[in-house]
């Protein structure tokens, strides 16, 4: 209930279109029921005519005009003539009703459908909102496939929770227009009504709970499969490499049994459901006709007034299933809705900066008893202390899980601190504005990511107001001018998916392009060379020396070449800083760890210098 009034009060954002569609079911309403009366009452003057015919006696009826009380009167009619008259006027006034009704039910349709895509919009929009504004470590914690079927599979889910949401309101403004108008022809059969369609509610309400709490574990199920599809398929090179086909059929086998279970459990349920429905309304209706016969022979129930109950009662009959059901039907899809509530309330980070770098930053970086854990339990990083003058080049050197990107992934706060500072130019980053600290830094990583659309529009991202010639001025300093313009057609060639048109060392300086573009004080190099070849590492590199020209650089590296270009080395081991120097002091060190990973990998890079890394 909590989860279905907060989605109910996502409509209240469009209460004008609300209460036009609700207004639209209320007049459709009316025109049944009015519909209800012209019948019965057509119905009981033909009665009463052919009664006249049978005897041989002159057609003379009296009809009594009421309507709910407001208005009385009797019409009086003679002959065949004004019979057939009175039969044709009631058809017309049928024929009416009926264009009524037709014309609110496009009005409502209209009204609610809008109401239900605007709504889906908002929720769309706001859970993209949501992720892209939440912190690296929740991307850390949760698989990208379990992300994305909220946005796609719960949100398809919202939309059946929607459609039943509008059509119980809309239900629930039928059947009170409808309970109103059995009140006021017969309250005895009402009431008898009312206890018999409560009891099936009650039916109704206990299978709606139990598919509920299978639906939980259905939804959780679906989230897994679009994961392991999404982390299968990004990697189905290493699927293929190691002959795992057989191996991920049998896993999904097994996910996607695991899936079929939970939907067959709910299938059993509705399937259950329909049959007792069915025999619950045949007792009910069998019930509605002793009780109804009771009453005419008592004298309590005229002919019309039962054809006018019945005619009612039958209008009445379908919201009343309809609600019943919907009930039931949104107790699943509101498990889609919840789960998308609770991401809806994740905290994300807060780029709004509650005080603003200063303006220019020099790039003086230095950390002061930094220590950081992931899990809160084993430390990345130890006790760090280091201080990087403006425009230093620095390299990051250590075993593979030493916490040199940890360390680097500090710095624009893309995870906060467990204790300790690091400072800009004396200003703590925890006082800057994310926006703002992230405006002074680029980063180049190894694994390179383009989004699809063209080249230009990818650098362009470094910088969105850039002008045209800022963004070809960015790609001469990458390098990338050159095979650019030899692209058939140049800055506009289309990139494709993670830029998998263009060749490694071709991303590598489209994304330098795009870090120069954002002209940062500070750069952070994430082995940005490690996996290419030597050609293409050549141009790189030297895309890499103009764009540190000038500017506090971080660099992760494995090769020798980019280590001897930095001013300083900090050797890291387990997370602490064992050693800082030049290559030429560490080097002199025989018993330092520098000394003993040159040896085994830089040593060999220089003996064999063709091979790729």
């Not at 109950?309 to 509101?334: D, N, S, Y």
């Not at 204790?419 to 190894?446: E, F, K, N, W, Y």
């Not at 490690?530 to 090769?559: C, N, P, W, Y």
Request: hydrophobic share 45%; net charge neutral.
């Amino acid at each position: 209930m909590k989860v279905f009034l907060r989605l109910v009060k996502y409509f209240f954002r469009y209460k004008w279109r609300i209460i036009g569609g609700l207004i639209s079911v209320a007049f459709m309403s009316l025109a049944d029921t009015g519909t209800a009366f012209v019948t019965a009452k057509l119905l009981g003057v033909l009665q009463s005519i052919g009664e006249l015919v049978r005897k041989g006696s002159a057609i003379v009826v009296e009809i009594p005009i009421d309507i709910l009380g407001f208005f009385s009167d009797t019409i009086t009619i003679r002959g065949y003539e004004e019979s057939f008259r009175l039969t044709i006027m009631a058809t017309l006034l049928f024929t009416a009703l009926i264009v009524v009704k037709v014309v609110f039910v496009y009005v409502r349709e209209y009204l609610m459908s809008s109401v239900q895509q605007k709504i889906l919009l908002r929720f769309r929009v706001d859970l993209f909102d949501t992720i892209v504004m939440m912190p690296i470590r929740y991307f850390d914690q949760n698989k990208t496939g379990q992300i994305m079927s909220r946005i796609t599979n719960d949100v398809n889910q919202l939309e059946q929770s929607l459609f039943l949401t509008v059509e119980i309101i809309q239900n629930i403004v039928y059947t009170l227009v409808f309970a109103t108008a059995l009140v006021l022809t017969n309250w005895q059969l009402t009431i008898f009504s009312v206890v018999v369609f409560l009891l099936s509610g009650m039916i109704s309400r206990r299978f709606g709970d139990r598919i509920r709490a299978i639906s939980r574990d259905l939804t959780n199920s679906v989230a897994d499969i679009s994961a392991f599809l999404q982390e299968k398929i990004s990697a189905v090179r290493i699927v293929k490499s190691f002959n795992r086909e057989e191996h991920e059929k049998k896993d999904f086998r097994s996910k996607a049994d695991t899936s079929y279970h939970f939907s067959m459990k709910i299938v059993r349920i509705w399937a259950l459901l329909s049959p007792i429905n069915e025999l619950f309304n045949a007792v009910v209706m069998a019930l509605l006709v002793v009780f109804t016969a009771y009453l005419f022979i008592q004298g309590l129930m005229t002919i019309e007034t039962m054809i006018r109950f019945l005619i009612i009662l039958t209008f009445l009959a379908k919201p009343l299933k309809a609600l019943a059901e919907g009930v039931a039907r949104i107790q699943r899809t509101l498990v889609s809705a919840g789960l998308i509530f609770d991401m809806l309330d994740m905290q994300p980070e807060k780029i709004e900066p509650s005080q603003k770098a200063a303006a220019p930053v020099r790039g003086e970086v230095e950390f002061q008893n930094v220590t950081f854990t992931y899990n809160g339990e084993t430390e990345a990083l130890k006790a760090i202390d280091f201080k990087a003058e403006a425009g230093e080049k620095v390299a990051l050197v250590g075993r593979s899980g030493s916490g040199k990107t940890t360390f680097i992934n500090l710095i624009p706060r893309f995870y906060e601190l467990t204790t300790g500072r690091i400072l800009i130019d004396g200003v703590d980053v925890g006082t800057m504005g994310l926006s703002a600290l992230r405006s002074h830094i680029a980063i180049v990583p190894q694994e390179v990511t383009l989004f699809a659309g063209t080249i230009y529009d990818n650098i362009r991202y470094g910088r969105l107001e850039a002008t045209e010639a800022e963004i070809v001025e960015a790609a001469r300093i990458a390098n990338a001018h050159g095979f650019i313009e030899k692209l058939e057609h140049g800055y506009t060639t289309e990139v494709g998916e993670r830029g998998l048109q263009l060749s490694g060392g071709q991303r590598q300086r489209i994304a330098i392009a795009r870090a120069a573009l954002r002209n940062p004080a500070i750069l952070l190099l994430d082995e940005a060379t490690s996996a290419l070849d030597t050609e293409s590492e050549k141009m790189v590199q030297e895309a890499l020396d103009r764009l540190m020209q000038g500017r506090t650089s971080f660099v992760i590296a494995h090769r020798l070449s980019t280590v001897f270009r930095c001013d300083r080395i900090i050797v890291l081991d387990n997370g602490t800083i064992v050693e800082v120097g030049t290559h030429e002091q560490l080097v002199r060190n025989d018993k330092g760890l520098y000394k003993h990973l040159y040896s085994l990998q830089f040593l060999e890079s220089l003996e064999m210098p063709e091979t790729r890394a």
